[in-house]
């Protein structure tokens, strides 16, 4: 549901990965384009008039999700997820275990269908917040679908989801328009000033040319988180303003090489086959297990690559099977004993 620039993009990287692809919008002409852009296969005005679908998601703005959502689950949809960058409300607002909400932490400063790209998610994050009621199967196929398309998969709750992308993106993004208003009104008294606008001003800048009308809706659904971040951001630059006013090269250098290096520490993404390890953890047939493990993860900073739940014919019994980077495995099978799993490890060869 939904068939602008995510929409579009999930669309066409399902399509690239085999799918028929049904695409659903409230703009005739935007359908029209979709088919056209060929990111879905056929159009319909309506969930209902989908059908019965292995996987319905919802790309609408976060004001809309809710309603959205609850809508598509009138519908026969195996599956339900969203592509929302704020969950907690949507989260609390819905309880049915076929619904697995998600944030695909990508972007473009394209805008509609115009700017989807099947690509688009290749390498980044997505972000999938399951709440009590969400099935393990669910999840679990949410999961291989975020895999097919390129995407990490990260589980977390929702109300920390938020938090967190109040700091990595929400904040950042007015920071960057911010900027750039800063830059422009300087700019009306030296015309000169954009042209020095080198890489790093560019760089810092560019995600302020992403599309408006999305953000006033995410601000007032994700209020609380953001305002927290913005009140720590202006708190540690007043410290900066400190440092510079009064030229203590020490303290300001040393902040300085702090920031360095947690930039080169960020985590980058693809590994070999060759440097995965299965990780194998017995598990009782019931809901919740698959998120709990996948959660752990999370919190351990393990990636997992890929995810599967095996049910056991003989009884409430199942295995969850997740691969991870070799390195990284033995860390993920302490968290899981302490939690009192019983894991084995398997190097991929």
Same mark, same amino acid.
């Given at each position: 549901?939904?068939?602008?620039?995510?929409?579009?993009?999930?669309?066409?990287?399902?399509?690239?990965? !085999?799918?028929?692809?049904?695409?659903?919008?409230?703009?005739? %002409?935007?359908?029209?384009?979709?088919?056209?852009?060929?990111?879905? &296969?056929?159009?319909?005005?309506?969930?209902?008039? =989908?059908?019965?679908?292995?996987?319905?998601?919802?790309?609408?703005?976060?004001?809309?999700?809710?309603?959205?959502?609850?809508?598509?689950?009138?519908?026969?949809?195996?599956?339900?997820?969203?592509? !929302?960058?704020?969950? %907690?409300?949507?989260?609390?607002?819905?309880?049915?275990?076929?619904?697995?909400?998600?944030?695909? #932490?990508?972007?473009?400063?394209?805008? !509609?269908?115009?700017? =989807?790209?099947?690509?688009?998610?290749?390498?980044?994050?997505?972000?999938?917040?399951?709440?009590?009621?969400?099935?393990?199967?669910?999840?679990?196929?949410?999961?291989?679908?975020? +895999?097919?398309? !390129?995407?990490?998969?990260?589980?977390?709750?929702?109300?920390?989801?938020?938090?967190?992308?109040?700091?990595?993106?929400?904040?950042?993004?007015?920071? @960057?328009?911010?900027? #750039?208003?800063?830059?422009?009104? /300087?700019?009306?008294?030296?015309?000169?000033?954009?042209?020095?606008? @080198?890489?790093?001003?560019?760089? #810092?800048?560019?995600?302020?040319?992403?599309? $408006?009308?999305?953000?006033?809706?995410?601000?007032?659904?994700?209020? &609380?988180?953001?305002?927290?971040?913005? &009140?720590?951001?202006?708190?540690?630059?007043?410290?900066?303003?400190?440092?510079?006013?009064?030229? &203590?090269?020490? %303290?300001?250098?040393?902040?300085?090489? +702090?920031?360095?290096?947690?930039?080169?520490?960020?985590?980058?993404?693809?590994?070999? $086959?060759?440097?995965?390890?299965?990780? /194998?953890?017995?598990? /009782?047939?019931?809901?919740?297990?698959?998120?709990?493990?996948? +959660?752990?993860?999370?919190?351990?900073?393990?990636?997992?690559?890929?995810?599967?739940?095996?049910?056991?014919?003989?009884?409430?019994?199942?295995?969850?099977?997740?691969?991870?980077?070799?390195?990284? =495995?033995?860390?993920?099978?302490?968290?899981?004993?302490?939690?009192?799993?019983?894991?084995?490890?398997?190097?991929?060869?």
């Amino acid at each position: 549901m939904g068939v602008g620039l995510i929409g579009g993009s999930i669309g066409g990287a399902l399509r690239r990965c !085999g799918w028929e692809v049904i695409g659903v919008d409230l703009d005739p %002409a935007r359908t029209r384009r979709a088919r056209e852009r060929g990111v879905v &296969d056929t159009v319909v005005a309506t969930p209902a008039d =989908a059908g019965s679908v292995d996987l319905a998601v919802v790309a609408t703005p976060v004001g809309h999700l809710v309603d959205t959502v609850r809508a598509v689950l009138d519908t026969p949809a195996a599956v339900v997820t969203d592509a !929302g960058s704020v969950k %907690a409300p949507v989260a609390r607002a819905i309880a049915d275990p076929r619904f697995v909400p998600g944030h695909p #932490m990508a972007g473009s400063e394209q805008e !509609g269908v115009d700017g =989807a790209d099947p690509d688009l998610f290749d390498g980044a994050t997505w972000v999938l917040t399951p709440t009590e009621t969400t099935d393990d199967d669910a999840l679990a196929r949410v999961q291989s679908v975020v +895999s097919a398309v !390129g995407a990490q998969a990260v589980v977390t709750p929702p109300e920390r989801h938020d938090a967190l992308v109040a700091l990595v993106s929400h904040v950042p993004h007015l920071v @960057a328009a911010t900027l #750039m208003q800063l830059a422009d009104r /300087r700019a009306a008294e030296h015309r000169v000033l954009l042209r020095l606008a @080198a890489g790093g001003f560019r760089d #810092m800048t560019r995600i302020a040319a992403g599309h $408006p009308a999305i953000w006033p809706d995410i601000c007032a659904e994700n209020r &609380d988180a953001i305002v927290a971040v913005l &009140d720590e951001l202006t708190g540690e630059l007043d410290r900066v303003r400190g440092l510079v006013a009064d030229s &203590d090269r020490e %303290a300001l250098l040393a902040r300085l090489e +702090s920031a360095r290096r947690a930039r080169r520490n960020l985590p980058t993404t693809a590994l070999r $086959p060759d440097a995965l390890t299965e990780v /194998r953890v017995p598990v /009782r047939d019931r809901k919740g297990e698959l998120a709990a493990i996948a +959660s752990l993860a999370a919190d351990l900073d393990v990636n997992i690559y890929d995810l599967e739940i095996a049910h056991s014919a003989e009884g409430p019994r199942g295995v969850v099977i997740v691969l991870v980077d070799t390195a990284l =495995a033995e860390r993920l099978h302490g968290g899981l004993l302490a939690l009192g799993y019983r894991p084995s490890l398997r190097p991929l060869t």
